[in-house]
Antibody, heavy 112, light 107 residues
Framework: EVQLVESGGGLVQPGGSLRLSCAAS????????MSWVRQAPGKGLEWVSV???????YYADSVKGRFTISRDNSKNTLYLQMNSLRAEDTAVYYC??????WGQGTLVTVSS | DIQMTQSPSSLSASVGDRVTITCQAS??????LNWYQQKPGKAPKLLIY???NLETGVPSRFSGSGSGTDFTFTISSLQPEDIATYYC?????????FGQGTKLEIK
């Protein structure tokens, strides 16, 4: 059974950093493409980033240069390093494999 | 970037009604389109992939059609458990943008 568990969310001040983790079980992270999608409170879904099995990565314009997606194959875990955080980055962040299976989400709040 | 225009933004219908949501891409995306259902406080659920393929385990009252720039999502007979927000998403070229969503309510 595929399972994705996000962690690492919390309250951070503007300009700060956070690293989100997405621990995977039931499949191999490195063999699949995996994505981060976020949802601001009361708003729609916003695609954030993807990493392909070959290592290629892509980002939304809104996070390019500030966020970095990566994976640790030995831990079967996906990451999202978020730097220079802004109030508008406040959202629930979901990880997903092939957009078929999703984690429960982790809330990131950027506020002073 | 490819823009996805979804309509309507909200919809009220009765149980048993046929419901249709449309999604228009700003450029040709072939059939690289997903449809999702999201209920409050929950992660999105993939219903349709490649524009018209029903995900395993999804009831057959859900369907999708279209290619190129114009796409349609249909619920053939609305059920109470279908109350949710529905999103389209293109995955032809990154960034893989979502439509703005359609909130479906029971009349």
């Amino acid at each position: 059974e595929v399972q994705l568990v996000e962690s690492g969310g919390g309250l951070v001040q503007p300009g700060g950093s956070l690293r989100l983790s997405c621990a995977a079980s039931g499949f191999t992270v490195s063999s699949n493409y995996m994505s981060w999608v976020r949802q601001a409170p009361g708003k729609g879904l916003e695609w954030v980033s993807v990493i392909y099995s070959g290592g290629s990565t892509y980002y939304a314009d809104s996070v390019k240069g500030r966020f970095t997606i990566s994976r640790d194959n030995s831990k079967n875990t996906l990451y999202l390093q978020m730097n220079s955080l802004r109030a508008e980055d406040t959202a629930v962040y979901y990880c997903a494999i092939k957009y078929r299976d999703w984690g429960q989400g982790t809330l990131v709040t950027v506020s002073s | 970037d490819i823009q996805m225009t979804q309509s309507p933004s909200s919809l009220s219908a009765s149980v048993g009604d046929r419901v249709t949501i449309t999604c228009q891409a700003s450029q040709d995306i072939s059939n690289y389109l997903n449809w999702y259902q999201q209920k409050p406080g929950k992660a999105p659920k993939l219903l349709i992939y490649d524009a018209s393929n029903l995900e395993t385990g999804v009831p057959s009252r859900f369907s999708g059609s279209g290619s190129g720039t114009d796409f349609t999502f249909t619920i053939s007979s609305l059920q109470p458990e279908d109350i949710a927000t529905y999103y389209c998403q293109q995955y032809d070229k990154p960034p893989y943008t979502f439509g703005q969503g359609t909130k479906l309510e029971i009349k």
